[in-house]
């Protein structure tokens, strides 16, 4: 056996199609990026059709199976509409990535119901109805690969975690809940733990060079992460090198949560 064929064997994606969720910017869009270059079909799913045009013609011209699907997933009807649009691209999805989230993070004191709404809709229940959606097909078939990304305020509180490290917490329970009942059938779930990484979503943060300095200063790499940085993991984790690992938090954060 070559080392190509090797790694084939573990790591291709070849004969799957994945359905990435947030996958026109920042971590989703990087992993989206990583899954079509491994090899699978991949199916974006975001709001803003500009960005997703821009990112699935940039795989395209590599030679990559993507295309896209416009949603809004703050929705129950609006779930299960994108469920049925990406679904009926490439068929029915091996790989699940929730990566889509908000961030809306006011005082506590000044958090009202609509944010909390608003902020479990599309960071917890949407992952839970696409999961109800595809996880028994995944099962049925015998492979499945369920991929959530969380934060680090699913783990400890600071910078005002509020309802967002609420709903991230809440999504790594969902993920031990799905591997509990799939993983029996070959459906793993597990979650990928960013650090601060400069994204869309952390503009707050990011747009504050102090403040982006003293994170860096709080990993063990000396500096914050990219977008690219969850390229390997989530290559692994949607492939068959990962077979034994189910319900864990895999944390790609340069050591921030260990230091």
């Not at 896209?68 to 129950?76: F, T």
């Amino acid at each position: 056996m070559t080392s190509q064929t090797y790694l084939s064997e573990l790591f291709s994606l070849g004969d799957r199609v994945a359905v990435v969720t947030g996958g026109s910017s920042g971590i989703g869009r990087a992993i989206a990026g990583a899954l079509a270059r491994a090899g699978a079909s991949v199916v974006v799913v975001a709001r803003r059709e500009a960005e997703l045009t821009v990112t699935v013609d940039e795989l395209t011209a590599e030679g990559c199976r993507a295309a896209w699907v416009s949603a809004d997933l703050g929705s129950r009807d609006g779930v299960r509409a994108a469920a049925d649009k990406a679904a009926g691209v490439f068929g029915e999805p091996d790989i699940l990535v929730n990566s889509a989230g908000i961030n809306l993070r006011p005082p506590m004191g000044e958090l009202g119901e609509d944010v909390w709404d608003t902020t479990m809709a599309v960071n917890l229940e949407a992952p839970f109805l696409l999961g109800q959606r595809f996880g028994p097909g995944m099962a049925e078939r015998g492979f499945g690969r369920i991929i959530h990304v969380t934060s680090q305020q699913a783990h400890r509180a600071f910078v005002q975690s509020g309802a967002y490290g609420v709903s991230k917490g809440a999504l790594e329970s969902l993920a031990r809940s799905q591997a509990e009942a799939w993983s029996p059938y070959g459906v793993t779930c597990n979650t990928l733990v960013p650090g601060f990484v400069m994204t869309p979503l952390n503009e707050r943060l990011s747009s504050d060079p102090e403040k982006v300095a003293a994170l860096a200063a709080r990993t063990m790499v000396g500096r914050n992460g990219l977008a690219d940085d969850f390229a390997g993991a989530a290559v692994f984790l949607a492939s068959r090198a990962s077979a034994y690992v189910t319900g864990q938090a895999l944390f790609v954060d340069g050591g921030l949560s260990v230091h």
